[in-house]
């Protein structure tokens, strides 16, 4: 009997990390983009903002004493989130790490359960969300925004998770709030409500903030700032994330461009809804109306140097 060729078109399997992997391979590569855009280390690995590169030594405007401030803020924040809240849970903990308290001091256990709860919390839901969006952003919008995530004190103390500077104008154009969209309908309604409350305020604060005069990146306290809240889900970050880590350096694939092209749909929307709010202070919306400008003008995005229609 005759051998025939099987010719059958196979589709190609594709073998995804697990979301810690993706997230971290990702958000090294959005460092590496942006700092080679500012040219200095700015941007530290995870995505944020690194807190040193704001000291006055290192041309910042933040002294070392401001600096131990914020981390003090940090830890005793992260401390009432963590299992170290109250002794039922800190001692749960330290079985459940297997911590050894032999010869440790309290504080000495207490840093190591610290540290072992913020490792594990570091790729929980709600921050692969924030990354997810700050990856699609930084490579769909280009060498003509620099976006990168807030330093944990910026998010903690002012509620903002990335920020958005355009090196043309020089201007910071936005900050942004991420959450999942499945948090409860209240949720979501109380997280558009401070999003307009804060515009009638006068917009967020940001201490570890940045802008640009004459192509030079100018370190500075930012005040005024629009914030937007920007939702997705769980399934929808993790996908694009997963396949983010195995697109680039090529093209972007269909995840990525679909929460792309929806995180900007709704930039736009909300940017030309606090355009024409009366009701809130005049810097955010002369703000607004300019970053909606900005991004309705912006038909193409450019992720990796390579650039592709974001509504196909």
């Known amino acids: 009997m005759a051998e025939f060729l099987d010719l059958t078109p196979k589709l190609e399997q594709v073998a995804y990390e697990s979301p810690r992997e993706a997230a971290t391979k990702v958000m090294a590569d959005l460092a590496r983009r942006e700092n080679e855009r500012v040219g200095m280390k700015l941007v530290s690995s995870d995505g944020r903002l690194r807190p040193e590169m704001f000291k006055r030594e290192h041309g910042g405007h933040l002294s070392e004493e401001e600096l131990l401030q914020c981390r003090s803020f940090i830890n005793e924040r992260e401390k009432s989130w963590s299992p170290l809240a109250n002794e039922q849970s800190r001692a749960f903990h330290i079985d459940r790490y297997q911590v050894s308290v ?13 540290t072992r709860w913020r490792t594990e919390t570091d ?19 280009g060498k003509r925004w620099v976006v990168a995530g ?25 900050a942004f709030d991420d959450f999942a969209n499945t948090a409860s309908s209240e949720r979501k309604e109380s997280k558009y409500q401070q999003v307009h409350e804060s515009a009638r305020k006068g917009g967020a604060k940001i201490t570890f903030g940045f802008s640009f005069s004459v192509g030079k990146l100018i370190r500075r306290r930012l005040q005024h700032v629009p914030v937007f809240a920007l939702e997705t889900s769980k399934s929808e970050a993790v996908a694009a ?3 983010m880590s195995q697109t680039l350096e090529r093209e ?8 792309s092209k929806k995180l900007i749909t709704s930039l736009v929307k909300q940017a030309n809804t606090l355009a024409k709010d009366t009701s809130i202070h005049p810097s955010i ?8 400008k900005s991004l ?3 038909k193409r995005v450019e992720p990796v140097e390579r650039r592709y229609a974001l509504a196909a």
């Open 102 to 114: 032999h010869e440790k001091s309290r504080e000495e256990i207490d840093d190591e359960i610290l």
């Open 123 to 141: 790729f929980k839901d709600t921050r692969l969300v924030e990354m997810a969006v700050t990856a699609c952003l930084s490579r769909a919008l």
């Open 150 to 174: 807030t330093t944990k004190y910026d998010d903690y103390k002012h509620g903002v998770d990335q920020v958005i500077v355009d090196r043309t104008t020089g201007q910071v154009v936005a």
């Open 241 to 243: 994330l997963q396949e």
């Open 252 to 259: 972007p694939g269909e995840k990525e461009r679909a929460l």
């Open 285 to 292: 919306r002369q703000g607004a109306e300019l970053f909606a």
């Open 296 to 298: 309705s003008e912006f």
